[in-house]
């Protein structure tokens, strides 16, 4: 039994089969294994979502699958009830695993006061607990019940504020009404947005570009919808901050983020300063990064040192501070640190709890170190170096070539102001004398809607150094560009609806690949055959189906292949 009550944290290391996941106690003692390739933070209900072979379920803090890993995603669980997808769309479990609708959903929120929002055929409707639609689905557009009513789309220009039966309460004809959330609903009248009571009274006059929601008695409101000028104001309508920030954030315990652009050609770069819900400014704007309070404290960043503030916008030195851009937590006399992409955990002094290995260990003598490459907080980069190698000139002829591919260059001060670049790796197979590295990078230019990912591979042989090119897993002459292009063909043909139409063009000898015991996997990038959200394109290979033209007594196909028991 003391195990259930043992408080549980999730932690990654390397492996030679890529970045495994498990947890940890308050000790730094793993009490689940690391053999997921994702893990969440325990829920209050006892269960956490786990990613096993692409695949997410739940497990319990023994390490159980409470619920086996077959879904494409589950949400965390709220109101007892949790919503999973499947490659047909969404539904919702029980605590006990227990699937409760009887159908499947195009789309499923979150329960919230005992109704989940869904839609089916481009309608919105109503869920209670039981699975059972409550309210059919009529809706052009729905929000989440707030205290026990919603906000509804009936038709163009009209909506509608229901009860938990659908019972129409309030009309209200608008082009564009809001969520319900204490009391207050933004409207739209012509082109400016004010606020309704729930009787549809309006309370503050349509008067401004943007409205979002209430939020412990306040809303951040702007002046027009596209030149960053922000301000707050409180249920009365009474103006604490006039609509001269780029960016104001709720902080919660009656704090507040104000924003002020770095530069006044980049708007979205903000400097924040800490205020308080009454209207005064505690701080000067130096922070680069603020999270919300808890108990006292919240997370800043501050010229890539992360820490923690009080209330008045101090550091709090008694606290842990770290070199790095990131986000901290406490939580049970523990301090969470997520510090330029790597997680770690230290008690409140400092003190190391965990963090995760930077070596790997393929087999004696050979190793994987992960360096890091930083040219201040907009661009880093984790990249590998084999190590163990006899020929020392070719393991630094290697290493150089790996850096250069993860992205170690000179980087100008004037790069690292237009973008972010983040870079990092992972060992997908080591067998014999082959080791595989998947290297990613992702740039994001500031402002911009999102950023753009690379992928990379190397398939290195440890001995010398060597990075197999494709033709070498292939006897000589045969042409297995064309025979790679009918399979990946073929495939693209069963599944033609995820792709662009004619977007394919074929396999060619500097096509991006990978190998594992079993396949060959060619990789393309992204928009290259499909839309952004497919991410890398990539097509599995059997070597069965192209075992007459491989070359089993060449040195790529020897570097991971046993004919005799190795020495």
């Known amino acids: 039994m003391e195990r259930l009550t043992e408080n549980l944290y999730p932690v990654s290391t390397k492996t030679v089969n890529g970045t495994k996941w498990g947890y940890i106690n308050d000790r730094g003692r793993i009490r689940i294994s690391l053999v997921y390739e994702g893990a969440e933070p325990f829920q209050r209900n006892g269960f956490a979502i786990v990613t096993l072979n692409e695949k997410q379920g739940l497990i319990n803090q023994f390490g159980r699958f409470a619920v086996k890993p077959v879904y494409k995603s589950i949400q965390p669980f ?18 006990k695993g227990q699937v409760r609708t009887k159908k499947t959903y195009a789309y499923m929120a979150p329960m919230k006061n005992s109704r989940a929002l869904f839609q089916t055929n481009g309608r919105y409707g109503f869920l ?3 699975g059972e639609e409550v309210i059919a689905a009529r809706y052009l557009f729905a929000y989440d019940f707030d205290e026990g009513k919603a ?3 009936t038709k163009t220009a009209e909506f509608q504020l229901i009860d938990e039966n659908g019972l129409v309460l309030h009309t209200y004809p608008y082009v564009d009404v809001g969520s319900l959330s204490e009391g207050r609903i933004a409207f739209k009248e012509g082109d400016r947005y004010g606020y309704l009571d729930e009787a549809g009274n309006v309370v503050i006059p349509p008067k401004y570009g943007m409205a979002f929601a209430y939020e412990d008695g306040f809303a951040i409101i702007a002046t027009s919808d596209d030149n960053y000028s922000y301000g707050l104001m409180n249920k009365a309508g009474d103006t604490i901050f006039e609509p001269i920030y780029n960016e104001i954030r709720l902080l919660q315990e ?25 209207g005064a400014v505690l701080t000067d704007f130096v922070y680069d990064e603020i999270g919300s309070f808890n108990k006292g ?17 101090h550091k709090v030195k008694t606290f842990p501070a770290f070199s790095g851009t990131g986000v901290l937590r406490k939580e049970n006399g523990i301090v969470s640190a997520f510090i330029d992409q790597r997680l770690f955990y230290t008690d409140e002094h400092g003190k190391n709890i965990w963090h995760p290995d930077t070596e790997i260990l393929l087999r004696r003598p050979y190793r994987i170190q992960e360096r890091l490459y930083k040219r201040g ?7 590998p170096q084999i190590e163990g190698m006899a020929n020392q000139l070719e393991q630094q002829a290697i290493n150089q070539k790996l850096a250069k591919q993860a992205g170690v260059r000179h980087v100008t001060e004037a790069e690292t102001k237009e973008r972010t670049f983040t870079g990092d790796f992972n060992v997908l197979f080591f067998k014999k004398h082959l080791v595989v590295l998947e290297i990613d990078g992702y740039t994001y230019p500031f402002g911009a809607a999102h950023g753009m990912p690379t992928r990379t591979f190397a398939n290195v042989d440890v001995r010398n150094g060597h990075d197999y090119a494709l033709s070498e897993l292939f006897k000589h002459g045969r042409d297995y560009a064309a025979v790679l292009s009918k399979l990946v063909g073929e495939q693209i043909k069963k599944q033609a609806d995820e792709y662009f139409p004619n977007a394919y063009k074929g396999v060619n000898s500097t096509q991006p690949f990978y190998v594992d015991e079993h396949a060959l996997y060619l990789v393309f990038d992204v928009y290259e055959l499909a839309p952004y959200a497919a991410g890398f394109p990539t097509f599995k290979i059997p070597f069965a189906e192209i075992e007459p033209i491989i070359d089993q007594s060449g040195p790529f196909w020897q570097s991971f292949h046993y004919y005799n028991q190795p020495n």
């Open 377 to 383: 907080p907009n661009y880093y980069v984790y990249y």
């Open 78 to 95: 709220s109101e007892e009830r949790a919503i999973i997808q499947t490659k047909d769309g969404f539904k919702m479990i029980d605590e």
């Open 297 to 313: 404290t919240a997370s800043a960043v501050k010229d890539d040192r992360t820490f923690f503030i009080d209330r008045e916008g």
């Open 254 to 278: 009656g704090r507040i983020a104000l924003g002020k652009a770095k530069d006044a050609n980049r708007p979205f770069l903000s400097r924040y300063a800490i205020a308080n819900t009454s």
């Open 151 to 153: 906000v509804v789309q």
């Open 128 to 130: 209670n607990s039981d």
